[in-house]
């Protein structure tokens, strides 16, 4: 049975993926969901005609009790992000941000990128090493997102608290009193995000932040709620995914030196290298879809309003696809880029382009500043069974 808290979860959950799709690969939970790990069925279900809307799920009485403690919904944005959004209001709302986070304008960004980095690899090295979550994994996606949408000055530390609060409703909650924080969390975040609009509506500028809300004053585009919404998913999901990748990519190279010098030694790897990275050590750990009519997938039959956990992590490990060295750290991985970390099918990850961008710089630029990076004590999780990464990783340069 899916049991997120088994000893040694949060260090690695990879065994318990693998004991999951050898034994019971289609599962229903007593939580009142059900888990899918097996990498086959993950990505027919991404891939399938299914709901991400919360209305769509058959009642259950622990569920209900811990959104109604939430609120309502333990969606960020009230549930009006297109990340919560079935069509065609995820297809418009899709569209609308699609067409200013394109590729140019993500490529556009990479000497910011790199200067960022440099800074923060600049720190490191008068500091002789440090952790590299506060040092690099948290500034450097922190402050692309934040100039990309244009955001004024704000209270770095109170907004990370929040976002790390929200992003706890992506996971299993069990708990009425976590619910409660997290509707919380979600209604400052929103009041936040609208005093910032207000403001940019006096303050417009060439970002991403002015064309959402242009969008909306041409009407019938994007209403006001939905703005809001908008704003806090990109917010949200701009940089504390990436957070994760960096830390998470971090501990693998630091955990497999050999790895580590095989990409100093061909540093035009560092492309593919990152899409390992994503592979082996998922940012994000799954995703979830929601069935409209009975499903049948890996030999069982998923009822109707059915919420439905597909497991990124597992189908990224799982052996049937990649092999006996799908629990291995290769940095010159063939076929690694067809991991599925940013999900699949029409809610693809919109932002994986900037990820990839910041992954790649980040990596380039600490391997060839420090091409014997070595661990300088234990690493910390943060404890999250859905974005699992790495909280502190102690390093010398």
């Not at 990309?148 to 929200?166: C, H």
């Not at 809610?347 to 990596?363: K, N, Q, S, Y």
Request: net charge negative.
């Amino acid at each position: 049975m899916y049991n997120p808290f088994t000893p040694g979860f949060a260090e690695s959950p990879y065994a318990h993926y693998r004991q999951l799709r050898d034994e019971d690969p289609v599962q229903e939970h007593p939580m009142g969901f059900w888990v899918v790990t097996r990498r086959e069925d993950v990505t027919t279900l991404l891939r399938a005609d299914l709901s991400v809307e919360a209305r769509n799920v058959a009642p259950h009485p622990l569920r209900d009790a811990v959104e109604a403690a939430a609120g309502g919904t333990l969606a960020a944005g009230g549930g009006l992000s297109m990340l919560d959004r079935d069509p065609p209001d995820h297809t418009r709302l899709r569209g609308l941000v699609q067409k200013v986070f394109t590729g140019r304008a993500i490529a556009a960004l990479e000497p910011k990128v790199a200067a960022l980095v440099d800074s923060a690899l600049d720190g490191l090295a008068a500091d002789g090493g440090g952790d590299l979550v506060p040092a690099l994994a948290f500034p450097l996606p922190f402050a692309v997102i934040t100039e990309m949408l244009g955001m004024p000055e704000t209270d770095a530390a109170r907004v990370r608290e929040l976002t790390g609060t929200l992003v706890r409703g992506l996971e299993p909650v069990a708990d009425v009193e976590l619910a409660a924080a997290i509707g919380a969390a979600d209604r400052e975040l929103g009041e936040l995000v609208g005093q910032v609009i207000a403001w940019k509506r006096d303050h417009p500028g060439d970002d991403l932040l002015t064309a959402l809300i242009q969008a909306e004053d041409d009407g019938a585009v994007l209403g006001a709620d939905e703005l809001v919404a908008q704003v806090v998913l990109l917010y949200v999901a701009g940089h504390e995914t990436t957070v994760n990748l960096i830390s998470n990519g971090a501990v693998a190279l630091l955990r497999h030196p050999e790895q580590r010098d095989r990409l100093v030694a061909r540093p035009e790897l560092v492309g593919g290298a990152v899409e390992e990275m994503l592979r082996y050590d998922s940012p994000v750990q799954s995703t979830r879809r929601i069935t409209l009519q009975p499903v049948r997938v890996g030999g069982r039959e998923i009822p109707p309003g059915a919420f439905v956990s597909c497991s990124l992590g597992s189908a990224n490990h799982d052996e049937r696809f990649w092999g006996e060295t799908a629990d291995d750290f290769v940095v010159d991985r063939p076929g690694a880029r067809q991991h599925v970390s940013f999900g699949a099918g029409p809610h693809h990850c919109l932002g994986a382009a900037l990820a990839r961008l910041e992954g790649r710089v980040a990596f380039a630029g600490l391997l060839a500043r420090f091409p014997r990076l070595s661990l300088a004590g234990d690493i910390t999780w943060n404890g999250r069974i859905n974005l699992r990464g790495a909280s502190a990783v102690p390093v010398a340069v």
